[in-house]
């Protein structure tokens, strides 16, 4: 096998933090190379240093056996390496084309966009994708945003494609896209490396693995010559069974915590996002709301936990009448919100762990004498969920926004967890998280339940709908169009009501 | 009906240093740097116009060392923003700060000096028998028309270029321009180099052909309404045009309703009234048309800012 890529001992500190430890890691052309690893495991890093955007402290790195210096993204592009972030790197508010022609040298000084419109034609025709060239990159839905990702790899001619964690946001069969997309880009002589933590997508389309743990290579494997189990056991250093959900049954009270009737909201655009949607979700039940992103599911949300306001319809707490009540007033009825975007929605990045987690209950005792702040007090009670909810942290006093995405999800959860709340509101609570983490959490909101909670659970992993839900709801194109009882759904059913059909 | 056509043909001169402080100062925006500067860079501007065009007895040198010194000026903002990535605000600030002081003690001398050269009137030839049109634009002097062009290539540049899609892109994601290979730096220098420049020049027009005098602080503020420009404009030049031309209109208005009788204070106010009320237009029209000034605006560029 000719080798396009080698890259040895690698090693990167991020102060007294190494992501990467002599890591060795080789390319072949014309392969889907999986990179495997936790959360935390290096992957990004390495791939960051391969791509120019962070400079390694050891190691070398050779393209086609020649030994080269990665400087900055512009040295990777012109080698031929092109990157898909997990955020996608693509500006909002410009148009496809535009970002497409961003940093493409060939193009032409003017009018560059006729030419790129030509270029986007071929692409989508030669590999069966739509996509609307003029399209602002906003009114895209994931799926499509990774497609305009690919075609600006396409277009710089790149030999070497990277994909970060690339299926986080699609849906199973935007994914099924992805991968029939990756496999006809191989067979004409592109190289991908995968970057993931999903055992079955590597299974799927992978030719080789390399797995790594701790910013340390495990081992590199054919695919042929392991099974998940295997992998599982070198992700982990540890022996971790994959559990099936052992029976799948519908247990929750009678009374009603949180009931929704013909519910109407608006989007951003000001046009219906939230159509005429009515459910309930009663005690010590979770209902699972699956869809995919972008059919109402944010709006819906928002519109419950006071964020949004209801154009039409009603929203009851308890048989309270909360409608456009505002957020205080429907958070103070005991509504725990766990948001989708963690860092800009869930905590103050630059405040301390322990000021973030008492944002739901500072302004009482005993944290506060209605003037000042116990620091003493919040500081021991900080070091008590630390310890309580497993967060790895330095200490209580660090910026919540240095804590890595599953430590700042749990401090969110104990957070909102801390009032004691009637109705759970968790919008993708484990998006981009480990295995460790998710299980975590999953068991968190478990016993809540247990406990008599109600829980909406807004989740774009379906796997994740079906391990937890009593009933499942479908969203689609702003209604509900369908709540199943979780022992008749199945993801064959889920998944077609889904995409509408 | 005479009368109004009078006002509109002043309208244009006196927008005319609005405008082309406003088409300097979208792309600086534009490239995600904030330099309030614009009224220290204009008046520096008008001073080097003015005492260079009295030496040399040559207008177009006194131009020509306007736009030297403003871009000059916005290089300081630049190595302070871009390089220093020092708070922006503040920057700009004492730019202004420091043009009102230099340009004062410069310019002691020439205060009540007659400049010894001018920019007449040249009306284009075919254009200015158009009815109406015709003597309100093309009976001008020669640095409207300039500033007519110099909005179409700004438009021009900013949507139909390779350029223009960098510029916007470091202004809306510099993380993402960057990825893209694109030299984030040197893309905002260069706009809050040509944002100095166009400054300088909107100064140089103040004090060289529209006073045609040098007094002390003469800009008044224009610098501030140049930044509100930027805003109602929502950053595309062509719309500069029309804020420009209003806040123009305004000020010949102050001239023109003095004689009735109308309190001058009250009329000194009405520009900085207008800019509060085409502030309050701009941002209702922001939001329901889901535009925003440009992402990263304001913000300074680190790269390896995670971990």
């Known amino acids: ?501 | 009906m005479n009368f109004i056509i009078e006002v509109l043909k002043a309208t244009i001169p006196a927008g005319t240093p609005l405008l082309l402080g406003a088409l300097g100062e979208i792309y600086v925006e534009r490239s995600g740097i904030l330099n309030l500067g614009v009224e220290g860079m204009m008046i520096m501007g008008a001073i080097s116009a003015f005492s260079m065009t009295n030496i040399t007895g040559n207008v177009w040198l006194g131009v020509l060392i306007s736009i030297i010194i403003g871009g000059g000026m916005a290089l300081i903002h630049a190595f302070n923003s871009i390089t220093l990535k020092a708070n922006q605000t503040l920057s700009g600030l004492a730019l202004t700060m420091l043009g009102l002081g230099l340009s004062g003690l410069i310019g002691k001398g020439y205060i009540g000096v007659p400049l010894s050269g001018k920019l007449h009137n040249l009306p284009v030839y075919g254009f200015k028998d158009i009815p109406i049109i015709g003597p309100i634009f093309f009976d001008q002097d020669p640095l409207v028309y300039i500033s007519y062009v110099l909005t179409l290539i700004f438009w021009f540049f900013l949507f139909n270029t390779r350029f223009g899609i960098e510029l916007r892109s470091v202004g809306e994601s510099p993380d993402v321009a960057d990825s893209a290979g694109i030299n984030v730096a040197k893309i905002q220098y260069l706009a809050t180099f040509i944002g100095g420049m166009m400054a300088g020049l909107g100064g140089a027009y103040l004090s060289v052909v529209y006073a045609p005098a040098w007094i002390e602080g003469m800009t008044a503020g224009m610098g501030w309404i140049v930044l509100a420009i930027t805003i109602f404009s929502l950053w595309r030049p062509e719309r500069a045009i029309l804020g420009s031309y209003f806040f123009g209109c305004i000020r010949v208005l102050q001239y023109r309703l003095q004689p009735l009788g109308i309190s001058p204070n009250l009329l000194n106010m009405l520009p900085f009234i207008f800019t509060i009320l085409v502030l309050m237009l701009a941002a209702r029209e922001i939001s329901r048309k889901r535009i925003s000034s440009p992402s990263s605006l304001g913000i300074p560029y680190f790269r390896e800012k995670t971990l």
């Open chain 1, 1 to 501: 096998m000719e080798k396009i890529l080698q890259m040895k001992g690698i090693t990167k500190r991020f102060g007294n933090i190494i992501a990467n430890d002599k890591i060795d890691f080789g390319l072949n052309k014309g392969e889907i190379h999986g990179l495997l690893g936790e959360n935390g495991a290096g992957k990004t890093t390495l791939m960051n240093i391969l791509y120019g955007l962070y400079t390694p402290d050891e190691g070398e790195i050779y393209i086609d056996g020649t030994r080269v210096k990665i400087r900055s993204p512009n040295d990777a592009i012109e080698l031929g390496i092109s990157m898909v972030h997990q955020s996608f790197k693509l500006i909002q508010s410009h148009t496809v084309v535009e970002n497409v022609a961003l940093g493409l040298r060939d193009t032409s000084f003017f009018y560059p966009h006729k030419q790129i419109e030509k270029k986007i034609k071929v692409f989508s025709e030669r590999y069966n994708f739509r996509i609307d060239p003029n399209a602002l990159i906003w009114q895209l839905s994931a799926g499509e945003k990774q497609r305009v990702e690919i075609i600006k790899a396409f277009c710089r001619k790149a030999r070497i494609f990277i994909l970060d964690e690339p299926t986080t946001m699609l849906t199973p069969s935007e994914a099924k896209d992805l991968f029939r997309l990756l496999k006809l880009l191989k067979g004409e002589g592109i190289s991908i490396i995968l970057i993931t933590h999903k055992l079955d997508e590597v299974m799927e389309v992978c030719d080789r693995i390399t797995i790594l743990s701790g910013g340390k290579r495990i081992d590199t494997v054919d695919v042929s010559n392991v099974d998940k189990d295997k992998l599982a056991r070198m992700m982990f250093g540890q022996n971790m069974v994959l559990k099936e959900r052992q029976e799948y049954s519908i247990n929750f009270y009678e009374d009603v915590v949180l009931e929704v009737r013909n519910l109407t909201v608006l989007n951003d655009k000001g046009l219906p996002a939230v159509k005429d949607v009515s459910f309930d979700i009663h005690r010590g039940e979770i209902l699972g709301l699956a869809g995919v992103s972008g059919n109402g599911q944010r709006e819906l949300i928002e519109a419950i936990t006071g964020l949004r306001k209801v154009t039409r319809g009603s929203i009851k707490i308890l048989d309270e009448d909360v409608t456009n009540i505002g957020t205080k007033g429907i958070l103070n009825r005991g509504v725990a919100h766990i948001p989708e975007e963690r860092m800009r929605m869930g905590i103050v990045p630059s405040m301390s762990l322990e000021e973030n987690v008492i944002l739901r209950n500072y302004d009482r005792a005993p944290f506060s004498n209605s003037l000042l702040l116990d620091y003493g007090i919040i500081s021991e009670y900080a070091k008590g969920i630390i310890s309580k909810y497993r967060i790895s942290a330095l200490n209580e006093k660090v910026p919540a926004g240095t804590l890595s995405g599953g430590n700042i999800q749990k401090l969110i959860l104990a957070r909102e967890l801390s009032i004691s709340p009637v109705l759970i509101i968790a919008s993708h609570p484990t998006q981009g998280l480990d295995v460790r983490s998710t299980q975590q959490i999953h068991e968190l909101l478990l016993k809540k339940k247990e406990e008599g909670c109600a829980i909406l659970l807004v989740s774009e992993d379906l796997q994740e709908i079906m391990d937890l839900s009593d009933r499942i709801a479908v969203m689609f194109n702003g209604t509900i169009r369908g709540i199943i009882d979780i022992d008749r759904a199945n993801i064959e059913k889920i998944g077609s009501l889904m995409v509408g059909v």
